[in-house]
């Protein structure tokens, strides 16, 4: 029996603006018996900008954590796509440049070399909870959605630390929809960026990869896209038409979160919540694909 | 003629990111996947190129290498293995050091997101914003946005922070000079 016990570390935007992705994994994982624990006293990993303008501090930041997690010996898991990817860089590269790991020892004054394993959510649902289980869960398929998944980038890439099943055409999150019963579309955009690290800063930019992306998942037949990164539904759903003082949705499709589909699928409490919590409504969706009542 | 090239930039681009630009042949694989590179002024590819001659100028004051996102997908498809994402990351710290950035919004929300962090040791969305609305002079720049986010409980004003703030503080002093091989 592989061991499901985890430190857990929640990531800035799962308090924040995702606390819908935070909510679900949390219930998720009690409901499968996924044990988490989380990281103490943790801190953000400094995420796009600490690696964009100052190498040793992108490493550093994740270093604390992974400090914190050697003390503590269980492996880490990660939801957030940004902090997987920061926390697995840091910790591949401490592990490979003992002068780089000496550095951040003196900036965190403690031992950074974690030499458990650091697991994004999915890969722990695919690959040790196994789809198999995953389907034996279903208490209510989801047969009725079409959905296009959405890897963006930092799940895949770069592919030496990430766990995903292709680095150009990854099957691991339409394999696990698949499993909840969802009408997996197949399209050519599943890994292109949104543009997340320019949102704020150069959103005319965004605005051109966020939709085109939403035009290419409507091309495809989707009814909604399902992503598994905060940063990336934050953009999808509030970045389509940038401007001061109004607010417009050229594009309806909902972006929901893998962990609140299963979730739903799964029959667990809190769905509705969440879904509501969303900037683009994905009720009327749900209505009409008969998985919620309200 | 080509031995009056200054190998400068690029010996120092390897010694801040171990990449080897030298290795890069022009197959343009890196600009033609590149979903930023409607907007840039310098093709990633032209940054290999310009690096080998060393042009020093052009680069560090391009805006190309602040709006690469970093999405990776050049470093993943270099047949020659250069890590081009880290070029651009090397250029860009290169570029603060030169006082020659472009693109100062960019640069003025990397600051934002990392003051935010320093201050309480993880990111509030509500405290990043409004750092770099102030910082970039732009404070009327998603308006009804917030609002709508606001009704949708997505701004949390009450920001959770880091307990040991001290250790996140010894961080940013320790590695203000922040490089590494």
Redesign the interface.
Known sequence: MTDLSFTYYPGCSQSGSASEYGDSTEVVCAALGIELAELPDWNCCGASSAHMTNDLLSVALPGRDLAAARRIGRDVLVVCAACYSRMRIAQSRMLEDEKLARRVERAVGENPRFEGRVRHLLDVLVNDIGLPSIRERVALSLEGLKAVPYYGCLLVRPPEVCFCDSVENPTDLDRFLEALGVQVRPWSFKTDCCGGSLSLSRPDVTEKLVNKIFTRAEEAGAECIVAACPMCVANLEMRQKPSTFAFELPHRLPVLYFTELLALAMGLPGVDEWLKSHIIDPLPLMRRANLIRA | MISNVSRQLETALEE??GQKVRHCYQCKKCSAGC??A??MDVLPHEVMKLVQYGQSERLLGCSTVW?C?????C??RCPNDI?IAGVM?GL??MS?EAGSAS?R???????S??NG?KLL?????TVL?GQ?KAL?GRP??????G???FL?????LVP?F???RR??R???E??SR????
Do not use: Q, W
Not at chain 2, 140 to 145: A, P, W
Not at chain 2, 178 to 181: K, P, Q, V, W
């Open positions: 801040r990111t979903p930023v409607f907007a709006l996102a970093s999405c990776e997908t470093s993943t890590d990351d860009r710290v603060l693109e919004r960019i640069g003025v929300f990397h600051r997101f990392l962090i040791g993880r990111t509030n969305e914003i770099y970039s009327f720049d998603d308006l009804g946005l609002l709508v986010m949708k409980g997505k701004i949390k959770r880091v307990r040991n250790a996140v010894k961080i940013f320790e590695t922040g490089r590494s091989a």
